[in-house]
């Protein structure tokens, strides 16, 4: 199996990479309006104020959308076919979608079920996210 893949952080987005490598998922919220923001950015989206902070959330939603890869995007995603990628819309704020794999489900992703992050530390400074069905 090729490595795994890893996502290169830019100046904007590094701390989300970083919280996720230690088991937090972090949005950007902003200290004028209140709005959260992701993907991560210099200013907010809604007011362009410059006043973003990292903040954690619960890492709750419901899945929005959803793909199932039946080939792999990467060499090192060979062993994994089929996967499911999904958009899942947070608690927080109903305009944030965050991307992750969804642990092994098959066919059973649907639309507003009701999911989990679950950072996954690839090294010391950059993590990636899955989602996983509460029950």
Known sequence: ?????????????????????????????CGACGHWSWPAR?????????DLTWREVAGTGEVYSWV???????????D?????IAYVRLDEDERVLIPGR??????????????????????DDVGDITWEPVS
């Open 42 to 50: 210099p200013v907010c989206g809604y007011c362009q104020s410059d």
């Open 80 to 84: 994994e076919v089929p996967y499911t």
């Open 68 to 78: 199932v890869a039946h080939r792999p995007f990467n060499p090192s995603l060979a």
């Open 102 to 123: 969804m642990q092994s489900l098959g066919d059973g992703v649907h639309q507003g079920m009701r999911v989990r992050a679950v950072p996954v530390p690839l090294n």
């Open 1 to 29: 199996m090729a490595d795994r893949m890893t996502p290169v952080p830019d100046r904007d987005s590094k701390p989300y990479w970083a919280a996720l490598a230690q088991g937090r998922l972090e949005i950007q919220q």
